[in-house]
């Protein structure tokens, strides 16, 4: 059984997507959608990462395209909301307290 929700995906392109979720009861993963294996360095018994292995409960690559979201262009802070800190100019005629 599918259990689908929608997303905001950001790559290769905004958009929606339709999406599968793992199945919240499994007794393997715990609705997590996978098993984290933890291991540590082999000469100081140290944590040094972890592996993931996927579910089987969910396919994490089973996704539809609702609707592409339009790209905003990245404009500089200043020209959205003005220069409202007096330090913004480059200078100020008040004293630091």
């Known amino acids: 059984m599918i259990r689908l929700r929608i997303q905001r995906a950001v790559w290769p392109r905004p958009a929606l997507i339709l999406t599968d979720t793992p199945r919240p009861g499994c007794p393997q993963c715990d609705g997590d959608g996978g098993i984290e294996w933890p291991y540590g360095d082999y000469e100081t018994g ?15 690559r089973l996704r539809w395209t609702l609707m592409p979201l339009p790209r905003l262009p990245h404009l500089p802070w200043r020209r959205l909301h003005g220069a409202t800190d007096p330090w913004a100019t480059g200078h100020s005629d008040e004293q630091p307290s």
């Open 46 to 60: 140290e944590y040094a990462g972890s592996e993931w292995e996927p579910c089987g409960c969910w396919n994490e």
